[in-house]
Each structure stands twice: as C-alpha cells, then as structure tokens.
C-alpha cells in the first residue's frame, strides 16, 4: 500500500517530545506500517522522528531541515513501476547535509547495493526488510550509525566532484539496465531534477493574507486550498522551495488574534513544504498596521517628508524611527515570537538581510519596510515611502551576496515622486529580483537598463477572499545561465472553488509558466 503524495505529512512534535528528545531522525518510507514501524522504535530511543513519504517531500525536508541520522527506503512513491530508485537520488542530498544513512529496503539487487557502498561513503549500514533479526536490531544500527565519523569533508570541491561523476555513472547504469521505457524516463526525470536542484534557487511567493477574526469555514476555504495547491504543485513541477516570501499585509488590521492565526497558518505552510522558520521570510504592509497606534504627530511628521535629505536624516535618527515605527507594535511582538528573535522589528532592525548558500553560491534576501508612514486609507498613490536611506543601508549589507533579492510590500507607483525613481533604480540595479504585493493582481515585468536588468514580480493577493482572483506563484531561478520560470497560480470562484494554472493575466502565458531570461 502507497499513500498519497496529499496525506505525506510528518505531524509537528509536541513540545514535549521535543524537548525529551536527544536526536532528529529522518524516516523516508512509502510503505506506512513500515514507516510507523521505523518510528515507534526511534521514538522509543528518545529520536524527534520527521517522516517522508514521497520523493519531493523527502527533498524539502533535507534540502532545509537538520537531521542527525536517516533511514532511507530506496524504493519510493511510483505506482507505474515498483522497481524505481527514487531512493537513489536523496542520497547525494544527504552527504551534502552529513547524514549519516541507514537503508532499510527490498530492493534485491546486490550489484546497486554494492555501488552505493562504493559510492556513498555515509551510508553506514544496508539492511534486508525480509532479515527479521536485522529489522529487530534497527535502534541499535541506527545510534551506531549516528555515532560513526562522517567519511567525507563537505567543503572539499574534489571529494564532491568525485561522488557526482560515480553518482552520474551509477545513474546512467540504472537507465542502461530498465526493464521498461517508463522506469528509464522516470530515472531521466529525477537525475534531470537532481541537477536543477544543486544549480537553481527556488522560492515560493505569497502575499496580501488580510488574516483577520473570521474563522468561519467560508473563510478558511481559500486558505485550506492554497496549502493542498501548493504541496501538489512542489510535487507536480518538482520545484522544492529553498525558500518562501511573503510580502505583507500578514493580518488585516495588525491586531493580535489575527497573528495568533496567522502563527498557525505559517506552521502548516511550513509543514507542507518542509521549510523552517528560518527560512521563511516576511515583511510588513499597510494592513499590518494598528491604525490606533498612530498619533497625530507621528501622523504630522510622515506627511511632511517630501525630499531624500529628510527622509533620510529621520531614518537616521533612532528617536524619529522608534516615534515611527509604534504603529507596528503588534506586527513586531508577532515576528519576534513566532520567529524566536531571528526577525525583530524595533528602532535598530526595521529593515533586515537574510544571506544563505544555495547553488554554490551566496544569496541575500533583503526584507524592506514600505509602510512606516502608512496611517490610513489616504495612503494611495504616491504617499508612501521607503526611504534611500533604508535602500542602501540594506544593500551595503548584501554587497558581497552574488544574488540579491529584494522584497517589499508596495510597488513603486505606491511612493512619493521625491523618491520614486532614485528607490526603483538603486533596486533595479542592485537586485535580480524585486517581489512585492499590495495590488491584489499578478503583474511581471522585466526591468532592463545598459547596466542592469531585474524581474519584478508582483505576488497578486494570496487570500482576499472567495469572490476574488486570488493568486500565488513559485520561482525557479539558475544564477549560472539566467534562466527562470514562474508558475502562476489562481484560484477560480467556479463551483465550490479551486485553485488552477494563470492562463488569464497574460495573452502569451501558456500553462500557467512564463520562461523569462535575465
């Protein structure tokens, strides 16, 4: 029996369980007596144990989680053909990450048992599901496992270079070998997902939440939807995220039930695609504002700056911004708890740069603040500001990154002409990416300049309710070539509603995937 890619979900630890426990364990198994076998005798060691079902899920959660050992089936979700070696391909994921690796499977074949002995040097041990005194002696196996040295130095460009090539010939032997056309172009597939894997950075983009009081079904059908569309789309388009933006407008009014919410939201949307909180990154917009929070001389002192010299002395002045930046009192106690203090807001950090190594290289996601002199619904059309000050302050910050992404909550259109131009140029030119939300409609459009060229991608609203496009999209960028897609998403108020490929914002746009080149 095969579970569905829908129900592969490891359940979140207790907070007791995770404090009781020593070690994370990763149980990768299709099969689910086999997997909540694998579990009950690695929580009875004391192991946190996270499970994966699929290969995608599996790839999300080692691609951005830790784990201290796995247990790995070779043999995973492929109905077409059981004898597929999915299995195969999370093995180079989890040297990378030093795992140490337990094989539990039926695979038979002694010849593949061997190269994998040969060629990964972390997996400690290969043990026969139908050897009953092997299974009964799996804890044992697996503390060993845990405990032995890992064998290759990460950071060591030859070692890894060597692996790939006997990863390459191990894989193109398995093709050479299949039984059927279909177990070839499934390996084909998945060594064509390994290799855009280790070469792109992908992310997922969601705006415009408007979380509020309502926790009527009605409300919630949207929201329900999007994550079960999302998990089936990272397993569809195999785009596991590295990442995922949200771009503002968190809560509809910035009050606290509506983060309280909105912490449970985040939790399940990190659950569906294996990230963790570091690795989900937001910023504030206009509805995460406490308009009740806005005095009337904070209000006086944002609607006279009209020119960069001011602006940027009352962005350097702690006193000005801590005046300013009161109105996001409830924003700020939300992020600093659900985040553990990795993304305060307050005086000193109202803006911030997330830097991480993906495909080889050094991304920086800067998080920017659109809305410090948002205070009603006035704030339209060219009232608003971000401030050069803040602009380049965060990319001095990400200076030595070799990609640069920005996000903020509003578009350009949105600001003060006394900074309109000068905030788009120094983005444009200093960033690949700028990703915003705030118009509740998908826009793309390619900035491209003799020095520089970005993609701006609007996010649209992910859940302004039944009645409207709502809308997200996941990103897949090679740094190396310039190449990208994106998948746009869009739910349809058709029936009871679901979420569909975008063949409606653009003419040119076929499937739902705009191919784009920087």
Excluded at 176 to 189: D, F, K, M, Q, Y
Excluded at 246 to 260: H, L, M, N, P, R
Excluded at 310 to 337: C, H, M, N, P, Q
């Amino acid at each position: 029996m095969i579970s569905s890619p829908a129900n592969d979900l490891s359940p979140l630890p207790s907070r007791d369980l995770e404090e009781q426990a020593r070690y994370r364990a990763l149980v990768v198994e299709d099969d689910p007596q086999w997997q909540a076998r694998h579990r009950v005798i690695l929580e009875e060691e004391s192991y946190q144990v996270e499970t994966a079902t699929t290969f995608v899920r599996a790839c999300s959660l080692i691609k951005n989680r830790s784990y201290d050992v796995a247990v790995l089936d070779l043999q995973l979700h492929a109905p077409q053909e059981p004898d597929n070696r999915d299995g195969v391909f999370l093995l180079r994921w989890l040297m990378r990450k030093q795992v140490p690796v337990v094989i539990v499977t039926a695979v038979p074949a002694r010849r593949l048992v061997d190269e994998i002995l040969s060629s990964y040097g972390h997996v400690y041990e290969i043990v026969d599901k139908s050897d009953s005194e092997a299974i009964a002696g799996l804890a044992a196996c697996v503390e060993k496992a845990r405990q032995s040295s890992f064998p290759g130095v990460p950071d060591d460009p030859a070692r890894f270079r060597e692996v790939d090539e006997r990863f390459e010939r191990l894989i193109a032997g398995e093709i050479e070998r299949s039984r059927t056309g279909w177990e070839a172009n499934h390996l084909r597939e998945l060594a064509s997902h390994d290799q855009a894997s280790r070469a792109t950075v992908t992310w997922l983009h969601l705006s415009d939440l408007h979380l509020s009081d309502d926790k009527t079904l009605r409300s919630s059908t949207v929201l329900d939807s999007l994550l079960v569309d999302i998990e089936r789309q990272i397993g569809q388009h195999k785009l596991v995220p590295d990442w995922a933006a949200v771009t503002g407008d968190i809560a509809f009014s910035g009050q606290e039930k509506q983060y309280a919410r909105a912490a449970g939201f985040f939790d399940r949307l990190l659950d569906r695609t294996g990230l963790t909180k570091e690795r989900l990154l937001v910023v504030p917009g206009n509805h995460d504002v406490s308009r009740s929070l806005v005095s009337t001389g904070a209000r006086i002192l944002g609607d006279s700056l009209h020119d960069g010299k001011t602006i940027s002395e009352v962005l350097g002045d702690d006193g000005d911004r801590r005046f300013l930046l009161k109105r996001f009192d409830g924003y700020a106690r939300f992020v600093g708890d659900y985040f553990e203090g990795d993304a305060n807001l307050d005086s000193d950090r109202y803006f911030y740069v997330r830097k991480f190594d993906l495909a080889d290289r050094q991304i920086a996601v800067l998080g920017l603040n659109s809305a410090w002199v948002s205070a009603s619904d006035r704030d339209e059309a060219n009232r608003l500001l971000v401030g050069e000050e803040q602009v380049r302050a965060a990319l001095a910050l990400a200076a030595e990154a070799e990609l640069r992404i920005a996000l903020l909550h509003h578009p350009f259109r949105e600001l003060r002409e006394c900074e309109q131009q000068t905030v788009e140029r120094l983005l444009c030119q200093e960033c690949q990416f700028v990703l915003h939300g705030h118009g509740h409609r998908t826009d793309l459009t390619l900035h491209r300049s003799p020095d520089a060229s970005a993609m701006v991608i609007a996010g649209g609203a992910s859940h302004a309710g039944l009645e409207y496009s709502n809308t997200y999209n996941l990103v897949q960028f090679n740094p190396g070539s310039g190449r990208g897609h994106i998948v746009l998403r869009r739910w349809s108020g058709e029936g009871v509603g679901f979420w569909a490929e975008d063949n409606l914002t653009y003419r040119n746009v076929k499937n739902g995937i705009y191919q784009f080149t920087l």
